[in-house]
């Protein structure tokens, strides 16, 4: 079956660095796009960014934009969010999802699977 898992988050603070993966299985993403989401308690989920399979298509959300990179490496089938700067606004959790690039980027529902999700907790 198709799974993604999200792996990396944790307890950090403001101004601290992370590095979060998404491992991808169960079939090909070749023409998909992947994407990153986050939601914080009580919150509705956001679009964070998100990246063609191939390494193309970087789009990020404003609120990020500056302070989080998006890489793939597709070797190890595995999607990377760096977050750089990080900041008590943006705890939450993240979610590594997987969409048809038909799709709308910025969207829960422009995405067809979805990982389970990894906490990132940012103190003052």
């Known amino acids: 079956q198709v799974q993604l898992i999200e792996s990396g988050g944790g307890l950090v603070q403001a101004g601290d660095s992370l590095r979060l993966s998404c491992a991808a299985s169960g079939r090909t993403f070749i023409g998909y796009r992947l994407g990153w989401f986050r939601q914080a308690p009580g919150k509705v989920r956001t679009f964070v960014g998100s990246?063609?399979?191939?390494?193309?298509?970087?789009y990020y959300a404003d609120s990020v934009k500056g302070r989080v990179s998006i890489s793939t490496d597709n070797a190890k089938k595995t999607i990377y969010l760096q977050m750089n700067s990080l900041k008590p606004e943006d705890t939450g959790v993240y979610y590594c999802?997987?969409?048809?690039?038909?799709?709308?980027?910025?969207?829960?529902?422009?995405?067809?699977?979805w990982g389970q999700g990894t906490q990132v907790t940012v103190s003052s």
């Open positions: 990246i063609n399979w191939s390494g193309n298509g970087l």
């Open positions: 999802a997987a969409g048809q690039r038909s799709g709308d980027r910025m969207e829960s529902h422009g995405y067809d699977y």
